[in-house]
């Protein structure tokens, strides 16, 4: 059962997951920063080590929805799977679909090609086969065309294949997710074991009593949070002293449980949304600003960088500061959006 405290909880971190995804998204290459050490490591910690446990956050989140309420068992699973072709499949085609569009736009207006990475003309001298595979499932380097969108394309699939999911985690429960862990080890093509982990773990969460906890997991949530910052130092000084990507799961897990209960620790267990009218509203954006917040968000880093300057001070502002300027343009055209044209806007975010 999901209580509104619960509820406020969910929305409150995926805010924030998704302004650590804006992070992720607003570092610089190596080549534009280069020689300017300062800067690549702040990225690095912020984008790296703390943003890393964002998007497996998103997936947590998901499978726990997903797997909370089948009082009917199979069938529920399905009625959940068509549900999703309205909140999953069209925002996902639009999304694939606006990146698109978005770039040609900027290819044929004069004087702001400079302001995107790269361009996407190159994409329509392919065949077409080759064309609608790029938008949509796969551009060569793991991703669609419109990058960001790879957590809900694995999402789809992962929802697609639900019910051996459920059966699963019915009769083996931890046992499957600890099966699945074992397996994010193994490379295996168009498989995405690794977000199918944190799917079932998520999954499998809706059988343990989570709500708010007592003092006791308060104080080992923030024993995982300080002891996850100790090892992200420690991992960016220390690249190479062992071999990190073996222990990314459990790393990763550590800033999750940290997160939940500095959930508890700074906003308090009263704390409500209800009572924090502008918070409340950034809230409801959250699935807007993931779906498109590229190739736009680069536009604003980039026009920050030219007011500033390309120097060390232009290029360290631009990283802290876009992903909550372009958050709060992002919230304002998202209301009017939903005011001016709320069926497009349903359409365009499922209804979210």
Not at 12 to 33: C, K, M, P, T
Not at 42 to 61: D, H, K, N, T
Not at 181 to 197: A, E, I, K, R
Request: proline fraction near 4%.
């Amino acid at each position: 059962m999901i209580t509104q405290y619960l509820s406020d909880k969910l929305r409150f971190l995926s805010l924030i997951s998704i302004i650590f995804v804006l992070y992720i998204h607003s570092g610089f290459h190596a080549d534009e920063i280069e020689g300017m050490v300062v800067n690549d490591r702040v990225q690095e910690f912020v984008s790296g080590m703390m943003g890393r446990c964002a998007v497996p956050l998103f997936y947590v989140i998901s499978g726990y929805l997903f797997f909370l309420k089948v009082p009917e068992g199979m069938k529920s699973i399905y009625g959940k799977m068509r549900k999703r072709v309205g909140t999953l499949v069209v925002p996902y085609i639009i999304g694939c679909l606006f990146f698109v569009g978005f770039g040609v736009l900027m290819a044929v207006l004069p004087g702001v090609s400079k302001y995107m990475n790269s361009s996407v003309m190159p994409l329509f001298s392919k065949p077409i086969g080759e064309i609608l595979r790029s938008i949509f499932y796969d551009a060569g380097n793991g991703s669609p065309c419109a990058f960001q969108l790879w957590f809900l394309r694995d999402l789809i699939l992962i929802v697609a294949t639900s019910p051996l999911w459920y059966l699963c985690l019915k009769h083996l429960k931890w046992g499957f997710v600890a099966v699945v862990f074992v397996l994010t080890y193994f490379d295996v093509p168009h498989v995405p074991f690794y977000s199918l982990f944190w799917f079932v773990l998520g999954g499998q969460l809706t059988k343990a009593k989570i709500e708010m906890g007592g003092d006791g997991r308060t104080k080992v949530a923030i024993f995982g949070l300080c002891l996850f910052l100790i090892i992200s130092i420690i991992q960016l000084f220390f690249p190479d002293i062992i071999d990190w990507g073996l222990l990314r799961i459990p790393i990763i897990l550590l800033g999750i449980i940290g997160a939940w209960g500095l959930y508890d620790v700074v906003l308090g267990k009263d704390f409500s949304l209800s009572r924090h009218q502008w918070l409340g509203i950034a809230c409801q954006f959250t699935f807007f600003i993931y779906l498109f917040h590229e190739p736009t968000l680069n536009i604003v880093r980039k026009l920050i960088v030219v007011v500033l300057g390309k120097n060390e001070f232009g290029y360290m502002a631009s990283y802290l500061i876009s992903p909550w300027i372009f958050t709060v343009c992002a919230v304002f055209v998202g209301l009017l959006f939903r005011k001016y044209l709320p069926r497009v806007y349903d359409v365009c975010t499922g209804g979210r």
